[in-house]
Nanobody, 122 residues
């Protein structure tokens, strides 16, 4: 069992930035991939992007390329989602998830964080 602990959500004005973090509970994580998803009220869960833990290869939703980036921290035990130039359409609950293949479908992921709320005001 892998527990994922997220942090960093909050309220930000349009045009601002936020950085979310996700830390897995297990140190032997090199075979996993980490995905970020978001879910707005009344909408389906949407793939934001992901990173392979070992190679640090990343993949992003086409609509978010250039504004969002995913990377591992210097301590290498945390994955970050950097979000820039935020708009009200970015509002939602953001989740990190762990799986074995870097894909965009939520069903591919085995473990999920608790989610963190991001609210962007206009």
């Amino acid at each position: 069992q892998v527990h994922l602990v997220e942090s960093g959500g909050g309220l930000v004005q349009a045009g601002g930035s936020l950085r979310l973090s996700c830390a897995p509970s297990t140190p032997t994580f090199s075979t996993y991939v980490m995905g970020w998803f978001r879910q707005a009220p009344g909408k389906e869960r949407e793939f934001v992007g992901g990173i392979h833990w070992n190679t640090e290869h990343t993949m992003y939703a086409d609509s978010l390329k250039g504004r969002f980036s995913i990377f591992r921290g210097n301590a290498k035990n945390t994955v970050y989602l950097q979000m820039n130039n935020l708009t009200p359409d970015d509002t939602g609950v953001y989740y990190c998830a762990a799986g074995t293949v870097l894909r965009s479908a939520p069903r591919e992921y085995l473990y999920w964080g608790q989610g963190t709320q991001v609210t962007v005001s206009s």
